[in-house]
């Protein structure tokens, strides 16, 4: 065995990896537990497996659950948030993370990360169901334009229409899914997790502080500057704040 190789086996087993077969375990043991309200086994349980790579809306949605039964907003948001990112169709999701946001401090009204049009079409669609329907309809198109090459003149109009429709069909998936990728590459949306997150006029200690937020509220990374991050309010107010105090779902 190479060095390189006795290194990453240690790295993995210094880990804890977990078999498929042991993180379901570890999953239905995590679920007995919330079942039973021991809430601090359920999160170290959901926990564990996150720290492991896995994940899931499923894990997200639980592991939001029990935070929300902890009454730690900041996390149980990030959690739904995190597992409606990831495709989650659970029946008490959105009723869920509408609880946990009922329960937060800070109700700011505005039309930030939640009301931009573009950020609700990408929410209300599916990123690989866009870039499957681009891909599938341009190569199609592309297959019939070819065959109206192949075929004899009088008998291949229709393939040239075929592909000529299927062609432009592409282009409003191929938007979705430049939508997709604009937003996930530009729009870094973030939850405060910190019990009092003090927004500053500039990312100094020394600068004065603009307003305070608090767990649970969404909010909008626009650029960081070392241990600060500037953010954006859903009413459009803007300060620095400490890195550490957001998370980015």
């Known amino acids: 065995m190479s060095a390189l190789a006795a290194v990453l086996v240690a790295t993995v087993l210094g880990q804890g990896y977990y078999s498929p077969e042991e993180a379901q375990g570890l999953f239905q043991q995590a679920n007995e537990a919330f079942y039973k309200q021991d809430y601090a086994a359920a999160r170290t349980g959901y926990e564990k497996l ?29 959690a739904f948030e995190r597992s409606r990112r990831e495709g989650g169709e659970a029946p008490d999701l959105e009723a869920n993370l509408a609880l946990a946001r009922a329960r937060q401090l800070d109700k700011v009204v505005g039309t930030g990360p939640e009301g931009s049009f573009l950020q609700r079409v ?23 334009f070819l065959l109206f090459w192949l075929l004899r003149p009088g008998k291949r109009a229709w393939a040239a229409v075929l592909g000529g429709l299927l062609l432009i069909l592409s282009l409003p998936a191929g938007a979705l899914l430049a939508a997709h990728v604009w937003v996930h590459e530009t729009l870094h949306e973030a939850v405060v997790i910190a019990p009092t997150l003090r927004a500053r006029e500039f990312p100094r200690e020394e600068a004065k502080v603009s307003f305070e937020v608090h767990p649970g509220l969404k909010v909008r990374v626009m650029e960081d500057a070392g241990r600060y991050v500037r953010i954006r309010l859903p009413n459009g107010l803007e300060g620095w704040a400490e890195r550490e105090g957001v998370a980015e779902i």
């Open 122 to 144: 990408v929410a209300a669609t599916s990123g690989n169901g866009a870039a499957w329907g681009f891909l599938g309809a341009w190569l199609a198109g592309c297959f019939f």
């Open 50 to 78: 996150l720290a492991r790579g896995f994940g899931g809306p499923d894990l997200q949605y639980n592991l939001g659950t029990t935070y929300l039964a902890q009454d730690d907003l900041g996390h149980a948001v990030l």
